[in-house]
């Protein structure tokens, strides 16, 4: 009797134990944007998607070789390992899907952030330590984002399924305002796309045509590896420019070590810019991620990853900085599935304080 009581105890113990864990790290916050939404947030999306676009995205279609984007379309390959957009239905009209992906923070030297960042552009210090407490001072997170996008629609039509790997340098002060929050796209790896292409490089991003292992999907168990030990790599021309092992932390709602799944919401809902090769032109990518929807949610929620980045030096990757490459071990992310609505070449200066409206 005695033996049984007291595992019956234990029992008690863990389910308590896990129930808790998982109520503290996975609850939806009140304020969390996540379907039916209100009438005032589809207000405010479609104000956000009607205003006017720097960029003529027929002109963009159009400028892309006939024959190239006709091949492709032909025999374009999406991904079934995803689950489909759950708001197409909700903004027929606006460009949905989303964006399968791993998130992690690389911790580089201040120094090294400023010298990458285009020098007319402050960093919002006092944004990133109050949306990262406990960051060292003298270091800038990085973020490098490993993804998939998936069940891209816009008014009916489809694009096809694209990987790839993004750098982001968040709190940018592009509109020396000295709170507005933007994000740097300096470089990214991108699937062979046309598509996929013509939008990062009218955004100026540093756009470097890649292949990935895995080739549709955000990550892959590592052949071989540890339990719960996943891959995904990329390749320039078959050489090796960018491989992350992570580790998935399984029992951890989204958050692991000191960066919290609000910091990535915020983060990722930065309009994004590049200034690649035509100086900055200040045309913004306002990408609107929803971390609350059915497919981040409940048996999707986010998980917590840690593990290493590696990559190759400029001459083998091609993007500018780092030039003898970089490597990190034991960074810390998060790996989720999130629906996007995207309000593709808003002028930046139209997206003054904006805010992930319910984060
Ligand atoms: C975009 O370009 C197309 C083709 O040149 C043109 O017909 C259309 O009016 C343009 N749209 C806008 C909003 O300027
Ligand atoms: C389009 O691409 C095809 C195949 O690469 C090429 O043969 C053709 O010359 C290109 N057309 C134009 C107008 O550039
Ligand atoms: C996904 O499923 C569809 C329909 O069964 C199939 O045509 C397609 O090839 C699959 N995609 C991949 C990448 O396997
Ligand atoms: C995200 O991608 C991974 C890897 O393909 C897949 O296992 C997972 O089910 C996807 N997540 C969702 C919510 O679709
Ligand atoms: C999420 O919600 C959408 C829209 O209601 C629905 O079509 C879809 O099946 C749901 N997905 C999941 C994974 O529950
Ligand atoms: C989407 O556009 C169509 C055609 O212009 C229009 O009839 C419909 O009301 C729009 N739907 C929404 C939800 O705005
Ligand atoms: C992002 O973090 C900064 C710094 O804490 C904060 O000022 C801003 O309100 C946050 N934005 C959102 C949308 O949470
Ligand atoms: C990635 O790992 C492979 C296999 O270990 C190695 O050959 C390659 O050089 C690595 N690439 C980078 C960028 O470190």
Redesign the pocket.
Same mark, same amino acid.
């Given at each position: 009797m005695h033996s049984r009581a007291s595992l019956l105890a234990i029992l008690l113990y863990f389910v308590v134990r896990v129930t808790c864990s998982y109520r503290q790290n996975c609850n939806t916050p009140k304020n969390a944007i996540e379907p039916p939404f209100s009438p005032s947030i589809i207000q405010e999306i479609n104000t956000l998607s009607g205003a006017p676009s720097l960029v003529n995205t027929t002109q963009l279609i159009a400028g892309i070789n006939a024959t190239t984007l006709e091949r492709f379309l032909a025999n374009a390959l999406n991904t079934n390992n995803s689950l489909p957009n759950p708001i197409a239905q909700t903004f027929p009209n606006l460009t949905t899907g989303t964006i399968n992906a791993t998130l992690v923070v690389l911790p580089i030297d201040y120094e090294v952030a400023k010298s990458i960042i285009p020098s007319q552009y402050g960093i919002l210090r006092e944004s990133i330590k109050n949306a990262l407490p406990g960051f060292p001072e003298d270091k800038y997170p990085l973020v490098l984002s490993t993804q998939i996008d998936h069940d891209i629609q816009t008014s009916g039509f489809k694009t096809p399924d694209f990987t790839s790997a993004q750098f982001r340098f968040p709190f940018i002060d592009l509109l020396h305002d000295g709170y507005s929050t933007f994000s740097y796209i300096p470089a990214i790896f991108i699937s062979n796309d046309p598509i996929a292409i013509a939008g990062s490089e009218a955004y100026d991003e540093g756009t470097i045509v890649a292949t990935f292992d895995p080739p549709l999907d955000p990550y892959a168990a590592k052949p071989g590896g540890e339990r719960g030990e996943v891959i995904f790599?990329v390749f320039t021309n078959g050489v090796?420019? &960018?491989?992350t092992t992570f580790f998935l932390q399984e029992g951890r709602c989204g958050e692991v070590g000191n960066h919290p799944l609000s910091f990535y919401a915020n983060v990722t809902n930065q309009p994004s810019f590049g200034c690649a090769n035509s100086g900055c032109q200040l045309t913004c990518d306002n990408m609107i991620r929803l971390f609350y929807t059915n497919i981040t949610s409940g048996a999707y929620h986010p998980v917590g990853v840690s593990g290493d980045v590696? &990559?190759?030096p400029s001459e083998v990757s091609t993007i500018p900085f780092f030039p003898g490459?970089a490597k990190f071990g034991g960074v810390q992310g998060v790996k989720l599935d999130m629906a996007f609505i995207e309000n593709n070449y808003k002028d930046c200066g139209s997206l003054r304080g904006f805010q992930y409206i319910g984060i």
């Open positions: 790599n090796s420019v &960018l491989n590696a &990559l190759a490459g």
